[in-house]
């Protein structure tokens, strides 16, 4: 229509009617680019509010799930060392545990973070959506220092090795009794290997308690700054024992 009624004006050298032809046809692509534009800005904005929710969302169970494992650490760590004590100074009476806390207190926990929308940003590409720039930034950091803590605790589970099976192959299980383990205790405070390997197996939890520490507070960091950003109230720490909590 709009180019027959220009053809037109055209063939009887109406040069105004061409030009106003012509200004309509420009003002409806221009209209036509901003209208499609401005959807596109609305459906990434959309999807900005989504990964935002997701992403605060997982973070508030990644801190929950890390500083549990660390408090898992923490507490078989202060076991396993009263023990421990109790073995240097050859003080029988000084054992309160069932053994168990041996076993346990050599395990390192990896620290496991709900990494789903994380993942999704960094490195399925999808960063450009987050439009505050101080946010993109620390969401790319957080990334940068978990991934880091990670492969710093996968040192850990492999320097512990040679130590936990120096403590594991002194230590017996009863019968029918998952959760306590018998030992020589007289034995046991003779065996330098055992009581060094021992120490060096605390020595390694402890950092890794220090690691998960550090892990959960970076996943908290990014939560606060979330919650500011989608505007949700939020305490300093997460409340990690409501019906909201991921196992």
């Given amino acids: 229509m709009i180019l027959q ?18 200004v309509i046809v420009i003002l409806g692509v221009v209209i036509g680019f901003q209208i499609t534009e401005w959807r596109g800005e609305q459906s990434d904005r959309e999807s900005e509010r989504i990964y935002l929710a997701r992403l605060h969302a997982d973070m508030e169970n990644s801190v929950c799930r890390i500083s549990r494992e660390a408090d898992n650490v923490r507490e078989w760590n202060e076991r396993a060392q009263r023990t421990l004590d109790a073995l240097l100074q050859n003080d029988a009476e000084a054992v309160d545990d069932t053994g168990f806390e041996l076993v346990a207190s050599t395990r390192v926990q990896t620290g496991s973070p709900f990494r789903a929308t994380l993942n999704e940003l960094v490195t399925g590409g999808q960063m450009n959506l987050i439009s505050n720039d101080d946010l993109r930034a620390q ?18 589970v492999n320097a512990q090795g040679t130590f936990l ?36 197996a605390l020595r390694i939890t402890d950092a890794n308690m220090s690691w998960l520490d550090d892990m959960a507070d970076v996943a908290n960091g990014l939560r606060l700054a979330l919650s500011e950003e989608i505007g949700v109230d939020a305490d300093p720490s997460p409340d990690c024992t409501g019906p909201g909590e991921t196992e």
């Fill in 5 to 22: 009624r220009i053809s037109k004006a055209v063939r009887e050298q109406n040069w105004f009617a061409v030009s106003i032809e012509f």
């Fill in 139 to 156: 969401i790319a950091a957080a990334d940068a220092e978990l991934t880091s803590y990670a492969e710093y605790i996968q040192i850990l």
């Fill in 165 to 200: 099976n120096e403590v594991h192959s002194r230590l017996r299980p009863e019968p029918g009794q998952y959760y306590r383990v018998s030992y020589d205790f007289d034995a046991l405070a003779q065996d330098e290997v055992f009581l060094n390997s021992l120490g060096h």
